[in-house]
């Protein structure tokens, strides 16, 4: 998003990578070049990155890629040796290194973070100006979305029909409600914050990590139950009893995503039960924490349910209810 402010510099709006739609960089391996910094002397607010002449708005996208602490920088039209003779400056806090890379006329500057940050940038008279800033002194509202599915059980998946079925694709169910419920949280004034999907290369404890990190008033995960008993269905809850928060903690978040999941859906609440100890999410949280099943897929009802887009629809707008309910207590 850009506009133009009254002393005529662009302010430029950062993006999560999964918002930006820009392809992946293809930097072939070991095409990466260190950047130079430079330190100015004197106290500055800002990261200051010179750009070549004739750079405008338009030439410029940034990531923020939160889970891997990396803040990216497109820059269409740069000349494929500016950034080996021209140094970075400014406020260099919070950044442990520097890289860049060429593809054709674009340039990609890559930042390694201390912490997760957000950033204010600012293009003005060929300079462009980045201040890190902690996420909590820009929202006032902040949760953690992390969506999981269960592992494998070859047998337990029973077909709708006797014809062979392929079992349901967790990951996609999963990842597609957390999907929905973004979009209902769209200008809610509650900043979310996804952690990827429990098939995805991070880490439990890193998805922890980031949650405790950026001071989550809570930290949702929403997953998919299967049990080796083909009856079982309803929603259900995990928590960890172990982390005690007063007033509105672990407990009051698990039972206000099964009611209001469970009420949306016109399903069966089948309550809250302790996280397993090998369950790192959970255990590793230091904020209001809970993993919310969602269905079980080894049902045979509640699996075709849960592959109905409009049954999907009804499970985002349960949790985005816990979600404002838990705001108003």
Not at 219 to 232: M, Q, T, V, Y
Request: hydrophobic share 40%.
């Amino acid at each position: 998003m850009l506009f133009y402010a009254e002393h005529k510099a662009i302010v430029i709006g950062d993006a999560s990578l999964e918002e930006t739609g820009k392809e992946a960089f293809q930097a072939g391996e070991g095409q990466e070049q260190p950047l130079r910094f430079r330190q100015n002397g004197e106290e500055a607010s800002a990261l200051c990155i010179p750009l070549e002449a004739g750079i405008k708005a338009e030439n410029i996208t940034i990531e923020n890629h939160y889970m891997e602490r990396q803040f990216w920088i497109y820059i269409e039209g740069t000349s494929p040796d500016y950034y080996a003779k021209e140094a970075i400056s400014g406020n260099i806090t919070g950044i442990e290194e520097g890289n860049y890379a060429y593809a054709g006329d674009t340039v990609l500057l890559k930042f390694g973070l201390d912490s997760v940050y957000e950033c204010k940038s600012v293009l003005e008279e060929s300079k462009l100006y980045i201040e890190f800033v902690p996420p909590r002194e820009v929202y006032d509202k902040i949760i953690v979305v992390d969506a999981d599915a269960p592992e494998s059980k070859e047998d337990s998946f029973v077909p709708a029909t006797e014809e062979p079925a392929e079992k349901p694709d967790g990951k996609e169910i999963t990842d597609d409600i957390v999907k929905r419920l973004r979009q209902l949280l769209n200008g809610s004034g509650i900043k979310v914050y996804y952690t990827g999907s429990g098939t995805d290369e991070v880490s439990a404890a890193d998805r922890a990590a980031f949650a405790n990190t950026v001071g989550a008033d809570m930290f949702i995960s929403i997953r998919l139950n299967e049990g080796e008993d083909k009856a079982l269905y309803g929603i259900e809850a995990l928590y960890n009893a172990e982390y005690f928060i007063p007033d509105f903690g672990n407990v009051e978040l698990a039972d206000s995503l099964v009611r209001h999941v469970a009420t949306s859906v016109s399903g069966r609440g089948n309550g809250l039960f302790l996280a397993e100890e090998t369950d790192i999410l959970l255990k590793e949280a230091k904020v209001p924490a809970a993993a919310v099943l969602v269905g079980y897929i080894s049902n045979q009802q509640e699996s075709i349910l849960l592959q109905r887009e409009d049954y999907r629809d009804r499970i985002a707008n349960g949790l985005y209810q816990a979600i404002l309910a838990a705001y108003e207590e």
